[in-house]
DNA sequence: TTAGGGTTAG
């Protein structure tokens, strides 16, 4: 930790003896951070001098997201021993997540805590951020508990924390509690257009449409217009649930009623048609689309190349690649990795390579972990383990910090070919404990098979 | 972070 706060981590050498120390390299500290053996090891000579900034601590606190402890230790070093640094509300809110979902109940309210006797919260986002980790990790009544005892932590409750902890239990699929909780207070917080909303929502996530229809229904007759929110989220509902003709018809029927159809109908048209294998209709609804004059935004392409992908060929998803940067589009990251995921799936490994190269000196986005592990996935599945082993020293280098999956993605190519000097690397590569034991984001099946 | 569209493969 003492190197934290030397030239080589910085950003900048012009660092002069009579001027201020330049801001540390968020990179660079996040690598210090984790290649510290242990957590108690990690001393703390922060120089009272370094110019840390919000920005900087959200963006270290961000890398080590899939390191916890090592992240949480960062901040409180930072909070305790820095006499010129206060944590803003949004590295308080970022540490809360991350103690919330390594489950340390006491860390989150002591963090709650810190935060409210220095006047800087906790906000209605900060109980949404524990409320989100309560439902997802299946604890939906905690979820709604923190909700109704905010008020005794110094926040108030008002109609938008009603409204964000019904989507925080419908985004993880606790539907039935939250229409519950929706009965039971809409009157108290007079429900809005909002609140309808987040609760078609939800019944749309979990594929009962015939439910979202209902409370559809149901607001209109409490008076309460339906909005073309109220109608896309109706409209995905049905392309999710497979239900591609009713999809079709209600977009018919929105076109008709003169909703005011725009972007996000026509993509949720494009991809909904797509992934059930109508390309055709898909596309020219994606030419309708330009004819109406309503302009067709990165996502749209993005949905556009992912059907070509999947139901048709990756040759053609190129064309639209290469058609969009024509007409001036700025791809982003989630079109490079759709288009190396098709190139890859289709075996085009050098291809795929060589868009990820286009990616980070065209394109200006760094490969994200999505990239990183879904090409390892692919390398480590057909034996090539030497490449799956390269891209991820590269991960390392580069600032996109290895997750939990993808060591899990590694060991697996591994035992696949079963070769005893791989286990030799794997070892060489810090495949320990605590890592494997640090929490991933989406629990990988393969975490449960390989548990050390 | 009060609501809607675009990332794995199995």
């Known amino acids: 930790m003492n190197r934290l706060f030397t030239k080589s981590l910085c950003t900048s050498s012009a660092a ?35 110019p840390w900034t919000p920005h900087l601590v959200n963006s270290i606190l ?49 963090l709650i805590r810190r935060m409210r006797s220095l006047r800087i919260g906790p906000s209605p986002k900060t109980f949404a951020i524990v409320a989100e980790r309560f439902a997802s990790s299946g604890k939906p009544d905690k979820a709604v508990n923190l909700f109704l005892n905010m008020h005794e932590h110094g926040c108030s409750q008002d109609l938008a924390s009603f409204n964000t902890i019904l989507d925080v239990l419908c985004k993880s699929k606790r539907v039935e509690k939250a229409y519950e909780l ?72 929105m076109k008709k009623r003169n909703c005011g159809i725009d972007v996000v109908t026509y993509t949720t048209v494009v991809h909904g048609l797509g992934v059930s294998g109508e390309v055709k209709r898909a596309k020219k609804v994606f030419d309708e689309m330009i004819r109406e004059g309503v302009l067709p935004s990165v996502a749209t392409h993005n949905a556009l190349i992912q059907v070509l992908c999947k139901k ?32 890859f799936h289709a075996g085009e490994f050098t291809r795929g390579e060589e868009m ?42 580069e600032g996109c910090l290895p997750n939990l999956d993808t060591y899990n993605i590694l060991i697996s190519g591994m035992f696949v070919r079963k070769r005893s000097e791989d286990m030799v690397v794997a070892g060489n590569q810090g495949f320990s404990k605590e890592i494997l034991r640090s929490q991933s984001k989406s629990g990988s099946r393969l975490t449960k098979k390989f548990r050390l």
């Open 16 to 50: 002069g003896a009579n001027l201020k120390p330049p801001p540390p390299d968020p990179a660079a500290v996040s690598k210090l951070i984790l290649s510290s053996p242990t957590t108690t090891t990690l001393q703390s000579p922060l120089s009272p001098n370094t």
């Open 62 to 110: 961000k890398r080590l997201w899939n390191h916890g402890p090592k992240a949480l230790h960062f901040f409180h070093l930072l909070d305790r021993r820095h006499r010129n640094y206060i944590h803003s509300p949004s590295s308080f809110n970022l540490a809360i997540d991350i103690a919330a979902r390594l489950h340390l109940h006491t860390t989150v309210w002591s």
């Open 182 to 253: 929706f009965k039971d207070l809409r009157g108290r917080f007079s429900a809005d257009v909002v609140t309808y909303n987040v609760i078609v929502n939800g019944w749309c996530l979990i594929k009962r449409t015939p439910k979202a229809l209902e409370v559809l229904k149901e607001m209109v007759e409490r008076g309460i217009s339906p909005n073309l929110t109220t109608y896309n989220t109706m409209l995905k509902g049905f392309f999710r649930s497979g239900q591609v003709r009713q999809g079709w018809e209600f977009f018919l029927e």
């Open 312 to 343: 048709d060929t990756v040759e053609n998803a190129v064309l639209v690649f290469e058609e969009m940067l024509r007409k001036g589009y700025e791809p982003n990251v989630t079109t490079y990795n759709v288009l190396i995921r098709g190139l």
């Open 356 to 397: 990820m190269r286009r990616m980070e000196e065209e394109g200006g986005c760094e490969a994200s972990f999505q990239t990183y592990n879904m090409m390892i996935r692919y390398y480590s599945e057909c034996g090539e383990v030497e490449k799956a082993l390269g891209l991820f020293e590269r991960m390392g280098s």
